[in-house]
């Protein structure tokens, strides 16, 4: 994987985007299957720097090489940071995901707001 400072903005915003993308594509599937049921949201802040390219990179390979399923998922902009939420219908992927990547478990009151 490439160095944080390799990253130019452009090239971190493709990523974003196509990342978002992978993660809403496969969410679609869990949720069109019955699977968004009692599921665990998990969010992760980001920072918008030059690592942030790496970051959902290692986000995206994380959940391929774990083998997890996420269901509904969102990437965010909100001021300098970027908030990805991540549903995860069985409950220990969830922990699993918020420890690998300093998460939090998401109550469902707050599943609404950023």
Do not use: Y
Request: aromatic share 6%; proline share 2%.
């Amino acid at each position: 994987m490439a160095k944080s400072g390799s990253w130019s903005r452009a090239r971190g915003t493709d990523l974003f985007r196509w990342c978002r993308s992978a993660l809403n594509a496969v969410g679609d599937r869990l949720e069109a299957s019955g699977g968004a049921h009692s599921m665990k949201t998990v969010e992760v802040r980001l920072t918008k720097d030059a690592s942030l390219g790496n970051e959902l990179a290692d986000i995206c390979d994380w959940l391929s090489r774990e083998h997890c399923e996420p269901g509904m998922s969102s990437c965010r902009a909100v001021g300098e940071l970027v908030i990805v939420r991540v549903v995860f219908a069985v409950s220990r992927d969830g922990d699993a995901f918020a420890k690998r990547f300093d998460g939090r478990i998401v109550s469902q009151d707050e599943e609404g707001s950023p």
